[in-house]
Structures are given as C-alpha cells and as structure tokens.
C-alpha cells in the first residue's frame, strides 16, 4: 500500500527557512513523479514543485522559482523541499503526492496519491 508521510512544517517568521520531507513507502522507486502542492484558506490547491525519480529532473511553479528547491534521496526513499526567502503568501497546508506517469507536471489531477499534510505558517 503506497503511503507518504510530510513532516517538517512549522511556523517561520518571514524571511525564514524550513525543508519539508516527504517520506514514501509501499512502492519502489522508478519512473515515478513526486510533487508537492499547497492548499491555503479558501483557495484552491496548487502546484509548487516535482522531481521525477528516475532522472532527478524538476518543475516549479513561477511563484516559488529561485527560493524553493526540490530533491530526492533515493536510498531513503524520500523527498525533500528547501523553502527559503518565505512569505505570507506561502502559508498553507503542503502534502505532496505521486504519480506514474513519469510526467513532470504539478496539476494535482495527474496525481494517484497523497499525503495527510503538514501545515507551514509564515507570519512575525
């Protein structure tokens, strides 16, 4: 049973930094898309970021190019997201997902899987 588990979220003050981990079980590693997405208050999810496995390649959203980075650490079947310069607008629940495909998009549709969620506040 494929399982993802986000942890690393917490309250920051702006300007600040925090890495997301999503930790993955139940399947192997391959030709995998992991993405993460955000959902805030009263708006719709969205993409930030994905990794496929197999080759280490990477997608971000325009909001969140150059302060956010995506990677992988296969051996633990893992994947990370360094958020820096963070802001308000970055507040809001982050899971990440993973899809088969091997498509490196971050429209939530294409995703099979999810995680429970980790919340990230940004506020002073």
């Given at each position: 049973?494929?399982?993802?588990?986000?942890?690393?979220?917490?309250?920051?003050?702006?300007?600040?930094?925090?890495?997301?981990?999503?930790?993955a079980?139940?399947?192997t590693?391959?030709n995998?898309?992991?993405?993460?997405?955000?959902?805030?208050?009263?708006?719709?999810?969205?993409?930030?970021?994905?990794?496929?496995?197999?080759?280490?390649?990477?997608?971000?959203?325009?909001?969140?190019?150059?302060?956010?980075?995506?990677?992988?650490?296969?051996?633990?079947n893992?994947?990370?997201?360094?958020?820096n310069?963070?802001?308000?607008?970055?507040?809001?629940?982050?899971y990440?997902?993973?899809?088969?495909?091997?498509?490196?998009?971050?429209?939530?549709?294409?995703?099979?899987?999810?995680g429970?969620?980790?919340?990230?506040?940004?506020?002073?």
């Amino acid at each position: 049973q494929v399982q993802l588990v986000e942890s690393g979220g917490g309250l920051v003050q702006p300007g600040g930094s925090l890495r997301l981990s999503c930790a993955a079980s139940g399947f192997t590693f391959g030709n995998y898309v992991i993405g993460w997405f955000r959902q805030a208050p009263g708006k719709e999810r969205e993409g930030v970021s994905c990794i496929r496995i197999s080759d280490g390649s990477t997608y971000y959203a325009d909001s969140v190019k150059g302060r956010f980075t995506i990677s992988r650490d296969n051996a633990k079947n893992t994947v990370y997201l360094q958020m820096n310069s963070l802001n308000a607008e970055d507040t809001a629940v982050y899971y990440c997902a993973i899809q088969r495909s091997g498509v490196l998009t971050i429209q939530p549709s294409w995703y099979d899987f999810w995680g429970q969620g980790t919340q990230v506040t940004v506020s002073s």
